[in-house]
C-alpha cells in the first residue's frame, strides 16, 4: 500500500483543518488506517485509527471531541478533521495502515506509513 497524506498547513489557534490519506496499491478496506504525529525533539505519538469498515475508532486523549477520522472506501482515502486546533497540535502528521483499528495504535505494529504532512498551529 502506497500512502499520500496531504492537507497541512499554517492555522490559528481555535482553527480547523482537514488531512486527507490517499492509498494506493494492495486493496484499502482490507486494512485499518490511523494518524499519527511527531513534534519536534519529541517521538512519534498515535492521534486516531479507524477500522477496516469504518465502525470502530479510537483516539488519543489529548484530540478526542476535537478530531475525527473518518475513511471512505470507494474513493481510497481517509480523513483527519481537526477542529479547535492547538499550538501544542503542531507536529508533521503521517498516516498509517496496519492490521486493526486497535493494534494500529502502537507505531511497531503499522505496516505502511505515508510521507509527512506539516501542520502549524499559531497561538
Known amino acids: 500500500v502506497q500512502l499520500q497524506a496531504s492537507g497541512g498547513g499554517l492555522v490559528q489557534a481555535g482553527g480547523s483543518l482537514r488531512l486527507s490519506c490517499a492509498a494506493s496499491g494492495r486493496t484499502f478496506n482490507n486494512y485499518a488506517m490511523g494518524w499519527f504525529r511527531q513534534a519536534p525533539g519529541k517521538e512519534r505519538e498515535f492521534v486516531a485509527s479507524?477500522?477496516?469498515?469504518?465502525?470502530?475508532?479510537y483516539y488519543a486523549d489529548s484530540v478526542k471531541g476535537r478530531f475525527t477520522i473518518s475513511r471512505d472506501n470507494a474513493k481510497n482515502t481517509m480523513y483527519l478533521q481537526m477542529n479547535s486546533l492547538k499550538p501544542e497540535d503542531t507536529a508533521v502528521y503521517y498516516c498509517?495502515?496496519?492490521?486493526?483499528?486497535?493494534?494500529?495504535?502502537?507505531?511497531?505494529?503499522?505496516?505502511?506509513w505515508g510521507q509527512g504532512t506539516q501542520v502549524t498551529v499559531s497561538s
Open positions: 498509517a495502515a496496519g492490521p486493526t483499528s486497535a493494534r494500529i495504535r502502537i507505531a511497531t505494529l503499522v505496516n505502511y
Open positions: 479507524i477500522n477496516y469498515g469504518g465502525g470502530i475508532t
